[in-house]
């Protein structure tokens, strides 16, 4: 069946090759046929469909790409940002209090809070979520973990180096090695990706190395995340070894930004973790100032970021980073898509998935104009209705 929404007051397009990507295009209509958008224009030149949709003058925006979150856990550590609140600094091992829960969580218990995050996700208009692991630490919770999440999504990330355990505490380097051999043997049919931490209290940049080229070896695509407590080598491993993206940035030299922007890897900023930690947040006009391509993302996670909402994330990111509503929008979406590296999202064009959010809103300015408000008016994804 043909769907086409029509008189769509401003329709952020995202348009691949647009010499102007953030521009938006008034009074439009979109068609989706079997997933796809298969046209896009002028309302008054429609073409016609068995189902119409008139969006009122609204704005329509593609669906958000949030290509950083770790959706699979037990537990919470409210406790943990109570005290952060008080003054109290975040630290790297705040990881490990979320272990024990996720151990001890039976796949149903994880599936299903899994299951709640997403419908969180689908109703602030995210239709595509990369899912790490990372909460189990041992072989046979990091495996469960990376089985729960590609039941929902392709964009599964093996995140064994998230921090040494406390049963490895005396013997880090022991770790590596169960990280690199065991448990990367067990998580990689069902993972796409390779990720590690490479920060102080973490791992050093002679370890997130071999953990990265164990994974590129066992068909991995390599992501880092890097420079969120302090500066470190991180970024330069990333952009050496083509990583897809380098997450948090939170810390960047000169000379990180000058590597970012000479290469392909994309820079995902994470407003939802500085908002949580108190940290200082990025300043995103000197990356996007500097030829960095930059992406946004929830970082949902018990302890740094306890956020599925994108739009709250725009406008963290419009209000405190530096960057105009438009650039965000793009950020999260066609930005999310890059880092990624996904062509087939992220865009409203004939042949892309018809991945689309309808906003109760006449443009997409009011996601950062009106924080806080339920703005997501009805979500498609693959065609079909989600939210």
Known sequence: MRTLITNIGELTTNAAGSAAPHHAVQDAAVLMED?????????????????????????????????????????DRAAEFEA???????????????VAATRAATDDELRARLRGFL?????????????????????????????????????????????????????PEGYVDLVTGPMLEACAPHARWIDVFCETGAFSVEQSRRVLEAGIARGLAPRVHASQLGPGGGVQLAV?????????????????????????????????????????????????????????????????????SMPFCIAVAV??????PAEAVWAATAGGARALRREDIGVIAPGYRADLVLLRAPSRIHLAYRPGVPLVERVWKDGVQVA
């Open 240 to 308: 050496e070894l083509g990583a897809a993206s380098i997450d948090h940035g939170t810390y960047l030299t000169d000379d990180d930004v000058a590597a970012l922007a000479a290469s392909e890897t994309v820079l995902t900023l994470l407003p939802g973790v500085e908002f949580s930690t108190r940290q200082p947040y990025p300043d995103a006009r000197r990356l996007i100032d500097a030829g960095v391509t930059v992406a946004l993302a929830c970082d949902t996670n018990p302890g740094s970021s306890f956020t599925s």
């Open 35 to 75: 997933g796809l958008i298969t046209w896009v224009g002028r309302a008054d030149e429609a073409p016609g469909a068995e189902e119409i949709i008139d969006a009122e003058g609204r704005a329509v925006i593609p669906g958000f790409v949030d290509s950083h979150s770790h959706l699979v856990f037990g537990g």
């Open 319 to 324: 209000r405190d980073m530096g960057m105009t």
């Open 84 to 98: 952060r609140m008080a003054g109290q600094k975040y630290a790297a091992g705040g990881i490990r209090s979320t």
């Open 119 to 171: 419908d969180e996700m689908h109703a602030q208009g995210t239709t595509t979520v990369e899912i790490k692991s990372g909460y189990g630490l041992d072989v046979e919770t990091e495996e469960r973990l990376v089985r729960l999440a590609a039941e929902v999504t392709p964009e599964v990330t093996f995140l064994g180096a998230h921090v040494v355990p406390a049963d490895y505490a005396d013997d």
